[in-house]
């Protein structure tokens, strides 16, 4: 771990916890966050007190090697897995009450996951627009959104395309689309584009710049791609072999909207390296 002394003399890095968005710009806030798996006699402890926050409208990406715990702190932030201690608050709500999830909090997150998980008889637009369906939203409204949010990923021309015509890039759009009908105010993504060749991963990660931008939703992106993490995020968590715990924090410091050529750059180069060396260490 990188030690304060070090940090202080290394622009681009900072320990686990020296960075604080002022309290109005908190979106999400994880405090406190372990977790540990019980399967019959196997206890496995997967996070060991996490705390971060996250301001409103960054991107922060999540990496550690495989086994690390990326996927069980995303679940936790989405709901989907109660902590065995600790909290996660949205916009100063907790979303946790015993075990229990506030249903109005998740109402406040999208989340997609490395398959695109379509319903195969429902076309693009019905696709987007199943969660809208959900919280009756009527036909006519939920049909316009959805074209929208199909036009705003790039999926115009296929609005009634059904997921078989559709590529791997395409329908993990139609999934980002989805995530983003309700509105949501933070995105949470674990390794949305690990399955899709490094051509179209590079698209991707342009459109969800673009995106995040247009649209202002703060994200959480987890990725084994190093580069990935360092294109996307405004600061990059790295966690501990498990159990997972913050190791360090990078902030990036590139300008936005970053274009595909500041992989080039010796600011990008370095953050890139260090990263790896920390990772290998
Ligand atoms: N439902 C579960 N029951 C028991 N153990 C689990 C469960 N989910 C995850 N684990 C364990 O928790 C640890 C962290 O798993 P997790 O999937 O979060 O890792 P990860 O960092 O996402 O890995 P990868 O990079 O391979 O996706 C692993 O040891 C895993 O075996
Ligand atoms: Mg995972």
Request: proline share 6%; hydrophobic share 40%.
């Amino acid at each position: 771990m990188t030690q304060p002394s070090q940090a202080s003399a290394n622009p681009g890095s900072s320990v686990a916890g020296d960075f604080r968005p002022s309290p109005s710009r908190v979106k999400i806030s994880i405090d406190g966050v372990s977790k540990t798996f019980q399967v019959k006699k196997q206890r496995t402890e997967a996070l060991k007190d996490i705390n971060l926050q996250i301001a409103e409208g960054e991107t922060v990406s999540l990496i550690g090697r495989s086994g690390c715990g990326k996927s069980t702190l995303l679940r936790v932030m989405a709901g989907l897995l109660p902590p065995s201690s600790g909290n996660i608050l949205v916009n100063g709500s907790p979303l946790w009450r015993r075990s229990q999830v506030d249903t109005s909090v998740i109402e406040q997150l999208g989340v997609v996951f490395q398959e695109a998980n379509l319903f195969p008889w429902f076309d693009v637009t019905d696709n987007i627009a199943l969660p809208l369906k959900l919280r009756g939203v009527n036909k006519t409204e939920r049909r316009k959104r959805a074209r929208e949010l199909a036009d705003l990923v790039g999926l115009g021309g296929f609005f009634n395309s059904y997921p078989r015509e559709l590529s791997g890039g395409m329908r993990q759009r139609v999934a980002i689309a989805r995530a983003l009908s309700r509105g949501p105010e933070l995105l949470l993504m674990d390794e949305p584009f690990g399955a899709l060749d490094a051509m179209t991963r590079e698209k991707m990660n342009l459109e969800l710049q673009r995106i995040s931008l247009a649209t202002q939703v703060t994200v959480v992106f987890v990725t084994h791609d190093i580069s990935e993490a360092v294109f996307l995020g405004d600061r990059v968590i790295q966690l501990s072999p498990r159990p997972g715990r913050i190791e360090e924090i990078t902030d990036v410091g590139i300008a936005r909207p970053r274009s595909v050529d500041v992989q080039t750059t010796p600011a990008f180069g370095e953050r890139i390296r260090k990263l790896r060396d920390a990772l290998e260490g």
